[in-house]
Antibody, heavy 121, light 110 residues
Framework: QVTLRESGPALVKSTQTLTLTCTFS??????????VSWIRQPPGRALEWLAL???????YYSTSLRTRLTISKDTSKNQVVLTMTEMDPVDTATYYC?????????????WGQGALVTVSS | QSALTQPASVSGSPGQSITISCSGT?????????VSWYQQHPGKAPKIIIY???KRPSGVSNRFSGSKSDNTASLTISGLQAEDEADYYC??????????FGGGTKVTVL
């Protein structure tokens, strides 16, 4: 049974750095073609892809946010961590982690429940 | 990477068919078969319903179907049911090795 769960602060202040952890079970990020990604959704708005890390520890970032994002994994703990620097109120959103199975051209087949992060000015 | 273009809303009566379009460019939708569709009910995480343009994951109703022509992908829901009322997002892999979502379409069952 595959599960993912996001954890981190619910509230951060403007200019601070956000650190979110995705803890997963039911699969291993050391398995070929497995990836974990972060996706966010501002209240009432569309999904936005942020970053992805694959089984070979290759990392991919949103073009518009790459200077602010860092994604990393701890395979032994089954965790993926996302940091986002210089948080701004426009970054207020529900942050999801999701598994991509099938390599970089797979699909997000399992999602966490999401973690709402509010940025205060 | 600009978001893919979807209509903001589509509606239909129970039993009818509706189609949601997803327009991109040759760098995303038009360049790959890796277009997928996600259904999201209020307060819930998205759920995959179509992948690789037209494939359905196990357990997804065959009332959902996908297609693509040039830079535009489409999702058709046939035999519309009340439970289909949700937001729908398309997503594509891109030439920059990134992923891009559409702006989302709210489906209303009249």
């Amino acid at each position: 049974q595959v599960t993912l769960r996001e954890s981190g602060p619910a509230l951060v202040k403007s200019t601070q750095t956000l650190t979110l952890t995705c803890t997963f079970s039911g699969f291993s990020l050391s398995t070929s073609r497995m990836c974990v990604s972060w996706i966010r959704q501002p209240p009432g708005r569309a999904l936005e892809w942020l970053a992805l890390i694959d089984w070979e520890d290759d990392k991919y970032y949103s073009t518009s946010l790459r200077t602010r994002l860092t994604i990393s994994k701890d395979t032994s703990k089954n965790q993926v961590v996302l940091t986002m620097t210089e948080m701004d109120p426009v970054d207020t959103a529900t942050y999801y982690c999701a598994r991509m199975n099938g390599g970089l051209t797979g699909v997000f087949d399992y999602w966490g429940q999401g973690a709402l992060v509010t940025v205060s000015s | 990477q600009s978001a893919l273009t979807q209509p903001a809303s589509v509606s239909g009566s129970p039993g009818q068919s509706i189609t949601i379009s997803c327009s991109g460019t040759s760098s995303d939708v038009g360049g790959y078969k890796f277009v997928s569709w996600y259904q999201q009910h209020p307060g819930k995480a998205p759920k995959i319903i179509i992948y690789e343009v037209s494939k359905r994951p196990s357990g997804v109703s065959n009332r959902f179907s996908g297609s693509k022509s040039d830079n535009t992908a489409s999702l058709t829901i046939s035999g519309l049911q009340a439970e289909d009322e949700a937001d729908y997002y398309c997503m594509s892999y891109t030439t920059a090795s990134t992923w891009v979502f559409g702006g989302g379409t709210k489906v209303t069952v009249l």
